[in-house]
């Protein structure tokens, strides 16, 4: 025996809608491995290295404004790719808790690789002959290896190391602190970073704002540039970062007081931090700027978007005419226009390599040493590299690449399947109805037949009937329902008669009608309806 | 995190130096805390919560209780800490706490198990929300669904003959003294004997047998009783009051049920404290039959609690002030009070019949049963469940 009461219902401070109950209850997948969440894996490293980025692409931009023949481009990409590629190892490391030795060999062997390949990549705009040609000079004059853009890459990549390895362990402090002032400490610390970067950021930014070549240093406003955006990115990745900083901090309480946390609280947490950081972004790129009234600007603004959407309104107009008359435009021909010539410009001339003092096989022997050298550390730092990264499991994200692009290629499958089932289903079959309402002027013109036309003229009479309330019953015929019919329209029986012999003929019988009866008909049928009207 | 002295400084900054990036910096960072401001105050406002579980349940079973929590509202709840306050007798630990997520117009649901091992009127709830921003910009919120009422009867233990004795002869249970016959329940037919009336002549058997029988009805006895349960805390000894008084209450449960269950009218009469209007004294439920009435008497009985009120024989007379003759009293109670016997007779003499439970163990049972096996009192001393047996 057993009293169950239906529902406790409680509403909080909000409206009253039954609960679904069709759930499955929370916590109820915590005894299943928890998926590999990338979202989490990727998230953090991604801002880290985006705030790296962001610092060393200011200083890159400043050295390109300063120095107008050097191009850093390639060390910003190189910078993200190696930050990024460094902090997925450290997360690696950690989760494996490999705390000894072997992380200093891996960093050792990725710092080296990555120097090695530096140097390649400081020919990316110089050209593949450069290399070659300064390859041979290698030989002769080892320092020159270390030329300029060389070290600058080096110092430029060092220091975003550094400052990336700060960073990422100072949210792996808040993560292992163990109480709330070791938090709080952590916390500062971060804030500490952050500042400093954007402190550096902004001594970056600034630095492009002084106009050198006059006697003294005076603000030069200069145009909205990618510089201009970069602290701004800057502070918005901060803030995701800061965001993530907090989420430990929730973790690290809630974890203490074992409390069961959903595991994808931290998908969610990185996919609607960014989504609100960036909401807010944008929305701020929309706001006017500058040392001006910002009402002023705000009103400029204000008019220019309402400007735009009339642009917009009037370019949808103008489009949707354009379309109504393309096939106009075939009736004219329309020239093509040729590509302007480009001016032959002559090869560059490569210039032979100097000619070596002494004999030709000591040159030989000095170039294979050298290259023999060479080759043996880059296999000796691969194989390091390869070897450690495999040991850590690091993989993962590749795997994680290939399952995403699987199930984005199943998602894709599965939409072709659709629109295939979509548009080889067999149409239904359209039940034949009598037209509800009487039937106006494009469905006689759409009755092209004679016969069809006949066939109307009576189906419209049955709905004017219908609606002066003499409905034709289903088991009638069409006789019997003249005769029904007939005392309803006094004095047009014979009417009645023959709109309804021509409506049988029309619709059992193979026969034709003339043109002349047909208007005929049409006349008898407006006849009766005229009567039915006046009822 | 304070982003106000930030703000400040980076919009003067950017006022001062026209910088563009410092009012995009300033539009961001404002924006940022205005949203966070918004979201936070209307975070709550669309969270609606259910309690699903049985309003009772008997002692021994499992419930399963369902907590919704849905999202109704526009913004995201980005984490809701759950933190459901339980009673320790059902549920271990006290509390049922989960961290969630939900999207707007999202669900999810909770289910935590409550092990009903102990009678009682518990509370389920209340039920703490506590929100908060990304970056700890806006206040954190929290809000508190107020506890539901959870009733756990006290243990029936099935009991198939009671022995219970009543005076009155129209009765439904029939009983092995046969002095009152009840002329509902025709038994057979017997040879006359000299002395019975002409009215228990059955004709139509005489005429058939072509000699006088008497109709036989089967005795029977009524059972209009009432249990008496002492929780006076005074009169349990310090050292075993916990247990004889949930066993008295067992045993009041348990009677209650079978003479319920038999069709017979019980009442209910509880020296003690209610848990629910905490209100100290005698609690009186009149003899009434029926299913509904059962579940009444075990709510009362889970309810009851043992307090510190008037003396147990004081409140003889009041609570069987209504008991007409031949009713029964079966009085539960630690030991033996002062004027208990006397008591004891005095209801005897109004031709109203007792039984007493004894259920301390501590308590000088023997001599007690001795002197009320001299008014001719039943006794019996019931220290644990097993004890019940001896109506099984």
């Given amino acids: 025996m057993r009293h169950d009461e239906p529902m406790h219902y409680t509403p909080v401070l909000a409206a009253d809608q039954p609960l679904d109950d069709s759930l499955p209850p929370e916590g109820a997948d915590r005894e299943k491995e928890p998926p590999r969440d990338w979202a989490a894996l990727i998230f953090r490293p991604l801002i880290i290295s985006g705030m790296v980025t962001c610092v060393a692409a200011g200083w890159i931009m400043s050295l390109e404004f300063l120095l107008p023949n050097w191009r850093g481009d390639y060390l910003i990409a190189l910078v993200a790719v190696v930050t990024l590629e460094m902090l997925l190892m450290e997360q690696q490391l950690r989760k494996r808790r490999i705390w000894i030795a072997e992380p200093w060999q891996i960093r050792l062997a990725q710092m080296g690789l990555i120097l090695l390949l530096l140097k390649p990549a400081t020919y990316i705009q110089r050209g593949w002959l450069a290399l070659f040609t300064d390859g041979q000079l290698w030989l002769r004059q080892p320092t020159a290896f270390f030329d300029g853009d060389y070290i600058i890459g080096m110092v430029v990549l060092l220091l975003m190391w550094l400052l990336a390895m700060d960073i990422a362990g100072q949210l792996m402090a808040i993560q292992d602190a163990f109480n709330a002032a070791e938090r709080e400490a952590g916390l500062s610390a971060l804030k500490e970073r952050f500042m400093f970067g954007a402190l550096v950021l902004l001594a970056a930014v600034g630095a492009q704002r002084i106009d050198y070549s006059a006697i003294g240093l005076h603000v030069r406003l200069s145009p909205a540039t990618a510089v201009t955006w970069l602290p701004l990115v800057y502070v918005g990745l901060g803030l995701l970062l800061f965001g993530q900083a907090r989420l430990e901090i929730l973790l690290s309480g809630w974890q203490r007081d074992q409390i069961p946390v959903p595991p994808m609280l931290a998908r969610r947490w990185a996919g609607w931090g960014a989504l609100f950081v960036l909401g807010v972004m944008v929305v701020a790129l929309l706001m006017p700027a500058g040392d001006t009234v910002l009402g002023f600007y705000l009103l400029l603004w204000l008019i220019s978007l309402a400007a735009l959407i009339g642009q917009v309104f009037v370019f949808i107009l103008f489009m949707l005419l354009g379309l109504l008359l393309s096939p106009c435009l075939a009736l004219f021909k329309v020239q093509q226009m040729m590509p302007p010539l480009q001016p032959q410009l002559p090869s560059a001339m490569i210039e032979p390599p100097p000619s070596e003092t002494g004999p030709a096989w000591l040159f030989y022997l000095k170039m294979a040493v050298f290259w023999i050298v060479v080759v043996v550390s880059v296999t000796l730092l691969v194989r390091i590299y390869l070897r450690e990264r495999r040991s850590v499991g690091g993989w993962g994200i590749w795997r994680g690449l290939v399952k995403m692009w699987q199930a984005l290629w199943a998602w894709l499958m599965g939409v072709k399947e659709r629109v295939t089932v979509r548009f080889n289903r067999p149409r239904a079959a359209q039940p034949i109805t009598l037209p509800e309402a009487e039937p106006g002027w494009w469905q006689f013109w759409e009755a092209r037949s004679a016969r069809e036309r006949v066939r109307r003229f009576y189906l419209a009479l049955l709905q004017r009937a219908w609606q002066a309330g003499h409905p034709r019953r289903p088991d009638q015929t069409p006789s019997e329902y003249a005769a029904a019919l007939k005392p309803h329209v006094p004095g047009d029986e014979s009417a009645l008669d023959a709109l309804t012999s021509a409506f049988v003929q029309a619709r059992y019988s193979r026969r034709d009608f003339h043109p002349d009866e047909v208007g005929w008909l049409r006349q008898v049928w407006q006849k009766l309806q005229a009567r039915l009207r006046r009822g | ?392």
């Fill in chain 2, 1 to 392: 995190m304070n982003l106000a002295p930030i703000l400040i400084a980076v919009v003067v900054i950017a006022f001062f130096t026209g910088s563009d990036s410092l009012f995009y910096l300033a539009y961001v960072l404002g924006g940022i805390w205005l949203v966070s401001f918004i979201w936070m105050r209307q975070a709550l406002t669309g969270l609606q919560t259910e309690r699903r579980f049985p309003a009772r349940a008997f002692h021994g079973e499992q419930v399963t209780a369902e907590l919704l929590v849905a999202n109704r509202g526009r913004w995201p709840i980005l984490w809701l800490n759950l933190h459901e306050s339980l009673p320790i007798a059902l549920h271990s630990p006290n509390f049922e706490r989960r961290v969630v997520s939900l999207a707007p117009g999202e669900k999810t649901r909770l289910d935590y198990q409550l092990k009903c091992q102990r009678r009682g009127y518990y509370m389920l709830g209340p039920l703490s929300l506590h929100t908060g921003d990304f970056f700890n910009l806006a206040r954190e919120r929290d809000a508190t669904v107020t506890a539901m009422p959870f009733i756990v009867y006290p243990r029936v233990v099935p009991l198939r003959q009671l022995g219970l004795a009543s005076q009155l002869p129209f009765g439904d249970l029939s009983t092995q003294q046969r002095i009152f016959e009840d002329p509902s329940r025709f038994f057979g037919v017997r040879d006359y004997q000299p002395g019975d009336g002409l009215r228990q002549i059955s004709w139509k058997s005489t005429a058939r047998a072509e000699h006088l029988l008497v109709k036989r009805f089967q005795p029977a006895i009524a059972l209009n009783t009432l249990i008496l349960l002492n929780l006076n805390v005074e009169e349990y000894a310090l050292r075993s009051r916990a247990m004889a008084g949930e066993i008295g209450i067992v045993v009041a449960a348990s009677f209650a049920a079978h003479l319920i269950e038999k069709r017979q009218p019980v009442g209910l009469a509880v020296l003690g404290m209610d848990a629910v209007t905490e209100q100290v004294g005698l609690q009186v439920i009149a003899p009434v039959r029926g299913r509904d009435h059962l579940m009444r008497l075990l709510e009362t009985l889970a309810r009851a609690e043992l307090a510190s009120t008037h003396p147990f024989v004081e409140t003889l007379d009041q609570a069987s002030a209504k008991l007409g003759w031949g009713s029964t009293v079966v009085i539960i109670t630690p030991g033996e009070s002062p004027h208990l016997v006397e008591a004891l007779l005095q209801l005897r003499r109004r031709g109203v019949q007792a039984q007493l439970i004894v259920t301390d163990p501590l308590a000088a049972f023997q001599d007690l049963r001795g002197r009320l096996e001299q008014i001719g009192i039943p006794a019996f001393w019931v220290t644990q469940e097993k004890d019940l047996d001896v109506w099984r």
